[in-house]
């Protein structure tokens, strides 16, 4: 009599079927770190080490939290200004109730508002669809949404526009909403800083306390970033330690 | 008509002149009528002008003749003329508006023969000359005097009129006889169209009346599809498009849509109508459905498969066709001014964009500036402390003043002079603030004008 035993996996497989099993949720999770073929946006080298893309990814959608709405349009600005390099030729969309963008100051941050237009939605639900209408289309490099969050399923909706057009799209929200649960895949909270030479007439170049709280298949962190305007980059000296402590 | 100006000879007994005569039978047809050059129908009835835009369904080009009377150029038009002309008085009969109409050649003979007060028909070329020839003066289109006197001439017919040398006839009664008797044997006059006839249209009519938004919808893709295809084959893509849909009661509607960059693609055409089919109200149904290209601009063939800036252009302006529908977009575009919101200016979100040189300003103008309560040390000193609203903040740094006077060569009152400063709060946010008016001047105030990264 003789059963049949079920011979566990030589030894030599185990590699391979870790690797077949990581393939099959990379395919379930649409975004994920191992999708191949993500391109991901330059942040700073020490933020992009940190995230699990390399960078910020494109084809996807990330939430900007903050209190203040100057240094957290600035932080949207500065990544709108680097997805309009990763894609050249592609516009900017910056959708808001009432559009009051002022490209002298975005210039600073190396957005060319020669690409940049403005929409109006007063009403949260045009501005959705004006964003899912931009996100999907090839043309747009970056949608930037102002306003209410919205939920899940529209979140999620901009999830799948953005992976079909390759743009990023940015939802800036106060930061004193209640963050909810989010389909984005990265989630940021900026915190106005004030610059290393700053003096009491000085103000110096833009510093943020830059949080990740959240970023899907990475770690949170937490960064100190000052944005050097005559170099063009962002430099983030020191990682701070209570990173990860706030919970999204 | 007809009696009035009968009434008019002199020497015509009382009686005779209050009934008008019967009109002389036309002469027959002839032989196979064989109708070349350009043909026109005049319709003749009460109200039946203001039916001009709702006519255009039987032909692109309609004119109007007064109140009472248009004119409809036939020519090209694939039915056979009598069904035409009988299926358009039947059309116009339904409508509530009866009218008698003349097929033929030259739109002034047909419109004196039905002043003269025959019915409808379709008149062959022979048949017309025989039957201009006949007309009475009196139904011509000319002043009443002019008239008279060809009557007291004993010219009554247009034949007798026509046997005259032309100079004397000029000579008494004015270039105006010359030209209405030059326009009975065919010469054209201008003639305004009610709608400047679209190059390219398509056109269909419906059996059963539509009712429904996807039976329209259906018979619109059919209509973009041939339309698209006519606009290929001449290169042109269209600028704008218009449908008209006509209601068998005489009424009709409009849909007009504009577009930024000219496409004859069907699915972005549609994209754009589909929106709009709901705005149409069918009540009774569509009896036909007309698509036009009002404008139109040269298009070369798209080079499909090679994704570069132009597929990002096209794809970017059907997005802003799409968005447009729904939402007011512009493109910021810089002004040569200095003082801060005039210098930002909107522009055509399909036009070109602008560079603006970077400054130390706000990412956010705000439209409306937000008052503020500001503590000075000295009148001339940055705030120390900000109230807004009923919160108090501390400024900490403070860069400026930076004096923006108001631009004096400008008409209108000039607003005071502008101190701003950025300033940084204790919480580390940074304001673009500003004080109206000169220190210490009586009425200054300060106001948040922008947000600062």
Redesign the interface.
């Known amino acids: 009599m003789t059963e049949p035993v079920p011979s566990p996996p030589p030894a030599m497989d185990r590699a391979g079927l870790l690797a077949g099993l990581r393939a099959r949720i990379a395919r379930l999770d649409r975004s994920g770190p191992d999708m191949q073929g993500r391109a991901a946006l330059p942040l700073s080298p020490e933020l992009d080490a940190h995230l699990p893309w390399g960078g910020l990814p494109l084809a996807g959608l990330h939430e900007i939290l903050g209190e ?4 957290s ?2 932080f949207a ?1 500065l990544l709108m200004a680097r997805a309009q390099a990763a894609l050249p ?3 900017l969309l910056w959708i808001a109730p ?1 559009p ?10 190396g957005l ?10 007063p009403r949260a639900a ?1 501005a959705l ?2 964003a899912e ?2 996100l999907r ?4 490099a970056a949608v930037l949404l102002l306003g209410p969050a919205p939920d899940l399923t529209a979140a999620r909706r901009l999830q799948l526009a953005a992976e079909t057009g390759g743009g990023i799209g940015l939802l800036l929200r106060d930061g004193a909403e209640e963050a909810g649960p989010g389909a984005a895949l990265t989630r940021w909270r900026i ?4 610059a290393q030479e ?6 110096g170049d ?1 510093a943020w306390e830059i949080r990740l709280l959240r970023a899907r298949g990475g770690r949170p962190g937490a960064w100190l970033a000052e ?1 050097d ?1 005559a170099q063009g980059r962002l430099v983030t000296p020191a990682p701070l330690a209570a990173a990860g402590r706030r919970r999204a | 008509m007809a009696g009035r100006r009968a009434a008019r000879p002199p020497s015509l007994p009382l009686l005779a002149a209050l009934e008008p005569p019967p009109p002389a039978p036309l002469p027959s047809a002839g032989p196979a009528p064989t109708a070349r050059g350009r043909r026109f129908l005049v319709l003749e009835g009460p109200g039946v002008g203001a039916r001009a835009v709702w006519a255009l369904r039987f032909s692109p080009l309609v004119g109007r003749r007064g109140p009472d009377g248009l004119i409809v150029e036939t020519t090209g038009l694939p039915e056979p003329e009598p069904e035409l002309l009988a299926r358009v008085l039947a059309a116009f009969a339904r409508a509530g508006t009866p009218a008698r109409g003349m097929l033929g050649a030259a739109p002034a003979a047909l419109a004196a023969l039905l002043r003269a007060g025959h019915g409808s028909a379709v008149l062959a070329p022979a048949q017309e000359a025989a039957a201009v020839s006949a007309l009475p003066t009196a139904a011509l289109d000319l002043p009443e005097e002019v008239v008279a006197g060809l009557h007291r001439l004993g010219l009554r017919e247009v034949a007798a009129l026509e046997a005259q040398p032309r100079g004397p006839l000029a000579r008494r009664f004015g270039p105006a006889l010359l030209a209405e008797l030059a326009a009975l044997r065919g010469a054209l006059g201008p003639f305004t169209p009610v709608r400047p006839p679209p190059c390219h249209v398509a056109a269909q009519d419906f059996p059963a009346p539509l009712l429904t938004a996807p039976a329209i919808a259906r018979a619109l893709e059919r209509l973009l599809a041939s339309l698209c295809a006519g606009l290929e084959e001449a290169g042109v893509g269209a600028r704008a498009l218009r449908l008209t849909a006509f209601r068998g009661d005489g009424t009709w509607q409009e849909i007009g849509q504009g577009l930024g960059r000219a496409s004859r693609d069907p699915a972005h055409l549609m994209d754009l109508l589909r929106r709009r089919i709901e705005t149409l109200r069918p009540e009774f149904g569509f009896e036909r459905m007309m698509l036009a290209a009002p404008a139109t601009e040269p298009l070369a063939p798209a080079q499909s498969g090679l994704p570069g800036e132009a597929v990002a252009q096209e794809a970017l302006s059907a997005l802003l066709d799409r968005l447009g529908q729904r939402l007011e977009l512009w493109r910021p575009l810089p002004r040569a001014s200095h003082w801060p919101e005039r210098a930002l200016a909107r522009g055509d979100a399909h036009g070109p964009g602008a560079p603006f040189a970077p400054a130390p300003r706000p990412l956010r103008l705000l439209r409306r500036p937000v008052p503020l309560e500001a503590v000075a040390l000295l009148p001339d000193a940055p705030p120390s402390l900000l109230r807004r609203g009923r919160r108090t903040e501390r400024v900490v740094r403070a860069e400026g003043p930076e004096r923006i006077e108001p631009e004096w060569w400008r008409a209108g009152p000039e607003p005071p002079p502008r101190d701003y400063y950025r300033v940084e709060l204790a919480s580390g946010a940074r304001w673009w603030v500003c004080r109206r008016g000169a220190p210490g001047d009586a009425d200054t105030r300060w106001f948040l004008h922008g947000y600062l990264s």
């Open positions: 203040d709405p100057g240094s349009l600035g600005a030729g592609r516009s009432e009051d963008a002022y490209p002298p100051g975005l210039a600073g941050l060319d508002a020669a690409r940049l237009i403005l929409v109006r939605a045009d669809w004006a209408e931009g289309s090839p043309a747009i915190a106005p800083r004030p700053a003096t009491a007439h000085h103000l833009p944005w305007a």
